[in-house]
């Protein structure tokens, strides 16, 4: 799997939009981009994936460059309970046996 | 639709004992992954499933043991506990996607 880097921390204030930056630049024409998220305590959580083209649902849009070498996992408008480790993962989907590789992450923190 | 459940929530064991961690989807994923999280680190894999009757090892198998009976459960068991087995596992379901899902977490602390 692409190696992929995250900023380690961002603020946003609450009902603003938080834009999560991620970079791979190594990534294979056939692997995607996933976005977990881990609330303190809690088991991750799926966020969103996508390959080549943007992609939303109710809970965050993923913007991916042309050139696929990073994103941007946009969530509308971040409340206090969005708070929490994101991670961007990069990853073929095949599940043989592969377990998710879980870097750093990048702590989002909202405020009041 | 419960999604993946785990039990029990909390336990401490002594050094030496032994106990089983339980793992439940209703989804009928047949991916299924045992992990576990030492503080401040990532996941790492103990064992995985690709369907009833079919198990094997992950990247930190040695201590533990699984079985897969059924789809909806698959079973963790800790034999002879160690203070290196404190941790926090999480157990996870796969769907066609490749989108895991993970359950709550059994926090575990062996002393």
């Known amino acids: 799997d692409a190696k992929t880097t995250q900023p380690p921390s961002m603020d946003c204030a609450e009902g603003r939009a938080a834009n999560l930056p991620c970079n791979h630049s190594t990534i294979s024409g056939n692997e995607y981009v996933y976005w977990y998220r881990q609330i303190h305590s809690q088991g991750p959580q799926y966020i969103i994936h996508?390959?080549?083209n943007n992609e939303t649902n109710e809970m965050a849009s993923l913007i991916i460059t042309e050139d696929r070498k990073s994103s941007t996992l946009i969530l509308p408008h971040a409340t206090l309970r969005d708070t929490a480790v994101y991670y961007c993962i990069v990853r073929v989907t095949e599940t043989s046996g592969s377990r998710l590789t879980f870097g750093e992450g990048t702590q989002l923190t909202v405020n009041p | 639709n419960a999604g993946v459940t785990q039990t029990p929530k909390f336990r401490i064991l002594k050094i030496g004992q032994s106990m089983t961690l339980q793992c439940a989807q209703d989804m009928n994923h047949n991916y299924m992954y045992w992990y576990r999280q030492d503080p401040g680190m990532g996941l790492k894999l103990i064992y995985y499933?690709?369907?009833?009757?079919?198990?094997d090892k992950g990247e930190v198998p040695n201590g533990y043991n699984v079985s897969r009976s059924t789809t909806e459960d698959f079973p963790l068991r800790l034999e002879l506990a160690a203070p290196s087995q404190t941790s926090v596992y999480f157990c996870?379901?796969?769907?066609?996607?490749?989108?895991?899902?993970f359950g709550p977490g059994t926090r575990l602390t062996v002393l």
């Open positions: 996508g390959l080549k």
């Open positions: 499933s690709v369907g009833a009757g079919i198990t």
């Open positions: 996870a379901s796969v769907d066609s996607t490749d989108t895991q899902y």
